[in-house]
C-alpha cells in the first residue's frame, strides 16, 4: 500500500504562486506515475499534470505554461509549483499514483490518492 500525504495548499492573491508537496509512504513509488488532480465542489474531478518514473511530464491545457510538476525519489516526494495562480484555480488539490495507466486524465486509472489540500486564489 501507498499512503500520500500533500501539503502547501493555502489561500494566495491572483497571481501569486504555492507550491504544492506530496509525501509517499509505504512503498516506493520510484517506478509509479505520480499527479495531481483537482476539485471544485459540485464538480468532476479534473487532471491537472503528472509525471512519469523517468521524469517525463504532462499538463492540462489549463495550467500549461503555469504549473511546472516534478519528483524526487529521494525522499519519495512529488511537487507542484504553481505560478501565475487565477480565481478558476481555487479548489481541492489531490495527489496521486499509480503504477501504470491507460489514460492519464481518467480519476479511476490511478490506484493511490492523498486527502487532498485546499488551495484559494483571491481577486
Known amino acids: 500500500q501507498v499512503q500520500l500525504t500533500e501539503s502547501g495548499g493555502g489561500l494566495v492573491q491572483a497571481g501569486g504562486s504555492l507550491r504544492l508537496s506530496c509525501a509517499a509512504s509505504?512503498?516506493?513509488?520510484?517506478?509509479?506515475?505520480m499527479g495531481w488532480f483537482r476539485q471544485i465542489p459540485g464538480k468532476e474531478l479534473e487532471f491537472v499534470a503528472t509525471?512519469?518514473?523517468?521524469?517525463?511530464?504532462i499538463y492540462a491545457d489549463s495550467v500549461k505554461g503555469r504549473f511546472t510538476i516534478s519528483r524526487d525519489n529521494a525522499p519519495n516526494t512529488q511537487y507542484m509549483q504553481m505560478n501565475s495562480l487565477t480565481r478558476e484555480d481555487s479548489a481541492v488539490y489531490y495527489c496521486?499514483?499509480?503504477?501504470?495507466?491507460?489514460?492519464?486524465?481518467?480519476?479511476?486509472?490511478?490506484?493511490?490518492w492523498g486527502q487532498g489540500t485546499q488551495v484559494t486564489v483571491s481577486s
Open positions: 509505504g512503498r516506493t513509488t520510484n517506478n509509479y506515475a
Open positions: 509525471v512519469s518514473a523517468k521524469g517525463n511530464s
Open positions: 496521486v499514483a499509480a503504477p501504470f495507466y491507460s489514460d492519464h486524465r481518467k480519476a479511476d486509472e490511478w490506484d493511490y
